[in-house]
């Protein structure tokens, strides 16, 4: 529900997990600001959209450990797919970890 519409969260929701994290950090240096964790929050949420995208494209068999996994037959398909969206390169060879987790949330 905080999640409104797209996952798009509102102000107070990204104080309110700025003051968690810094709650509970054991770690030397600033705290997160509610700034940066939005941020993070965009830049995962923009990656997840990348990988699922390869993940939901029929002739690709995306794994966590391999990526997209192109082999002989699917080289076709890839190419066809980073003419029109360049970001997938970067699964081609490796997995997100984050997918997953992602996965259950959105």
């Known amino acids: ?4 519409d797209g996952m ?3 102000k107070t929701f990204w104080f ?4 968690e994290l810094a709650s509970k950090s054991t ?3 600033p705290a997160k600001s509610s700034e940066a964790c939005l941020q993070k929050w965009k830049r995962l949420h923009k ?4 990988v699922n995208k ?7 068999t995306y794994t966590r450990k391999n990526g997209a996994n192109i082999t002989a ?5 890839w190419s066809d797919l980073l ?4 970001q997938v390169k970067s699964v081609k060879t490796t997995g997100w970890t984050h997918y997953e987790a992602l996965l259950d949330i959105l």
């Not at 529900?1 to 409104?4: I, L, Q, R, T, V």
């Not at 390869?54 to 690709?60: A, F, H, K, M, R």
């Open 1 to 4: 529900a905080k999640g409104g």
């Open 8 to 10: 798009n969260f509102d």
């Open 16 to 19: 309110a997990t700025a003051a």
């Open 27 to 29: 770690r030397v240096g």
């Open 47 to 50: 990656m997840f959209k990348v």
């Open 54 to 60: 390869v993940v939901n494209t029929s002739g690709i």
């Open 73 to 77: 037959e699917s080289e076709t398909i």
């Open 83 to 86: 003419k029109v969206d360049p």
